[in-house]
């Protein structure tokens, strides 16, 4: 499938000792406790099939499972699918475990894995649908109740890849519910390894353990996942002991942290990257104005040149340096070097004012123009301060920018509906290669493919878009890779998105507590480990 490891040299043996770690510890019924675990974004969602957000997936990764899933690196392994083949070029087999038991105690089968690969389409209202994980799947066969077969078109190399997002749920449960029921519980019956126990909304979710759980059963008999997205209270928490461990350590306390003998701190790179998207699409453009705040008759976003002197307007490294304090990597590709489809010709945008202004003047803005970025402002390590710092850099050529930070609730919900000029968002590779962020943000806006889910100011490129649907439709990796680059290529120097770096996750825990980190970024209370 292409993926690759991403541990770097001196991680590997970290990681190999946490997992002896981890197979090595004391049974959970002689050792069983609570578990209380801060998050720094609460879910918008409990429907597992909603809205493809990030929080939402933390959540559900804990009550639900999917046919196959990623390790720590973000490579392929079995999940409730214990194998699978291919019978032809169209056509991937897949044998189920038995007696996997959904935590109503019926058991999952293969009826089961067919409506929750139905389900997602059904959806009406999500901001960012989960169907684009199904769209390929053309027909859908039950063999019988551990044997199902997915048809596709045509060849479809990432059948395997967009099975880790969709999840798996009981069709008795949630049949005829509604995706708000899931709140109160309706439907939160998963296979995973805790059950759901109850829920308050941005405060808390509160969890017990599945001790009928078909695989390792976690040390914790009750999880209890708290949302705070301030940092500084976040980790107040763990160091008052309120809670044993933490996501997202925040920067200006990172010094501290690392002093702290009491903590254990964990980072890794993450496939997450942080862009802005402008908005390519529309000649007027709601929140490009003139110096004075008047509205321009014509966008200037839609010049490419534009779009190329606001990236070389970006001091990256000072981001990285002075916001950040080290945790991203400065970038100009769309998934870090470790994953497929990285394209090793995309240098990191030099920081050039100069060069920015005159690309200004060459597009007929020599004196710039007026913008809002808009931007979340508790779901990215540092995202309000990232946007306050380009807006400065902006402003710097000429380009006069305010910042319009909101909740990630409401500015996903504002954002789908094209509502911005400019915005910054984050996107993880979840099928570990480069066709994730290809397909979700830059793709022509195409519902019926599973296109654009998040392309949310429709930029669209065909010329992208054709090698784009030539890699998806490509299954010989080394005849794939290239498709790839050359389509991040095409949109990256267009400017359809312009990279600012990649994310560096953290976590930190009580002392004797152990993490894995993972490239995906989650965060799974079953995965903290005592030593």
Known sequence: MGLTSVSKSGKNGLLGLLLATLFTVTAPGASAQDFKLAMSSPPTSLDPHFYNLFPNLNVSDHVFETMVTMDADSRVIPGL???WSLVNNLTWEFKLRKGVKFHDGSEMTAEDIAWSMDRPSTIVGSPGKFDVYTKAILNKTIVDPYTIRFTTKEPYP???ADLTSVYIVS?????GISSDDFSSGKGMVGTGPFKFVRYQRDDRIELDRNDSYWGKKPAWSKVTMRFIPNGSTRLAALLAGDVQAIENVP????AKVRSDASIAL?????HRLIYLYPDTKRDQSPFVTDKEGKPLAKNPLQDP????ALSMAINRDAIRDRVMEGLSEPTNNLVPKTLFGHNPALKVVKYDPDGAKKLLAAAGYPDGFGLTLHTPNNRYVN???????IAQMFSRVGVVTKIEGLPMSVYSARGAKSEYSLGLLGWGAQTGEASSPLRALLACDNPAKGLGGFNWLKYCNPKMDELLQKALNTVDDKARLPLLQEASAIAINDGGLIPIHQQVTTWAAKKGIAYIPRTDERTHAYEFIQQ
């Open 305 to 308: 040149r534009v779009r190329a």
């Open 158 to 160: 990432l059948m395997l």
């Open 251 to 254: 920067t200006p306390d990172l």
């Open 81 to 83: 699918a214990a194998s």
């Open 266 to 270: 964990y980072s890794k790179v993450s």
């Open 383 to 389: 995202d309000e301060k990232i946007a306050q710092t």
């Open 171 to 175: 069709k008795k449960a949630t049949t």
